[in-house]
């Protein structure tokens, strides 16, 4: 029983030891971004979906990001909610991290931590290593670990981008594997389109439609407008 508890304690030491270190990521590249760094955006979805799993049915959500150059790396950092206003729970998310390019901006390796709650009271804490190539089709190769259950999420995902005078259309494709215990994983795949247009030098407003298919659901549509700006 004392073996458990000091366990216990133990993993909730590490939950807050990682959740400081990645609020006090966030609060440092916010201050030292500069004027024109930062974004803005709000949109409504028919679905929230994470890594192929459904989390909420209609949503609203909001996102914040920072980002900037120092000392020769990339620096990121983001907040996120989802507040569903259909059924399912209510997300936040914290993230911050580095990355760099490197062989004549060919490869882009980024490194990150991201913390994640939901109303429900589930927290989880997870290390990102991503791999962006700026090839044909862009490719991006992305590991990320649960930092409490050990837990391995893969994804492979190609984009495309077509830009017009009216508008400009994105297309994207992504198949992963998110384990869900020690011994049970889920094979997921997404395609979709967005089509979004500029209202302003700063702001634009997109739509668009996801086709999210995983062996723990059926296949299903999400829906989207939203409506972003930079500052």
């Not at 799993?53 to 907040?79: H, I, M, P, T």
């Not at 791999?131 to 495309?160: A, D």
């Not at 999210?212 to 549509?221: A, F, I, K, L, Q």
């Amino acid at each position: 029983m004392t073996f458990r508890l000091e366990c216990v304690i133990i993993r909730l030491f590490i939950m807050k030891t990682i959740k400081l270190i990645t609020t006090a990521l966030l609060g440092f590249i916010i201050n030292a971004a500069s004027a024109g760094d930062y974004s803005l955006g709000t949109s409504y979805v028919s679905d929230y979906f994470e890594e192929g799993l459904r989390k909420a049915g209609e949503s609203v959500q909001v996102s914040l990001g920072a980002e900037g150059a120092l000392a020769g790396l990339n620096y990121s950092a983001g907040a996120f909610t989802n507040q569903s206003i259909d059924s399912g729970t209510d997300t936040y998310i914290l993230s911050g991290g580095l990355s760099k390019s490197f062989a004549d901006e060919l490869i882009s390796a980024y490194v990150g931590l991201e913390h994640t709650e939901d109303v429900a009271g589930e927290a989880a804490q997870e290390a990102g290593l991503t791999l962006s190539f700026s090839t044909l089709l862009s490719p991006t190769v992305s590991v990320s670990r649960n930092l409490e259950e050990s837990l391995f999420t893969y994804e492979l995902s190609l984009s495309h981008s077509l830009d017009a005078k009216i508008a400009s259309l994105d297309l994207m494709g992504a198949l992963g594997n998110i384990e869900s215990t020690q011994s049970v994983d889920t094979d997921y795949y997404i395609i979709g389109a967005t089509l979004s247009k500029s209202v302003s030098d700063n702001s634009s407003i997109s739509v668009g439609l996801v086709r999210v298919d995983s062996e723990s659901t059926e296949e299903d549509y999400v829906s989207s407008v939203g409506i972003s700006t930079t500052f």
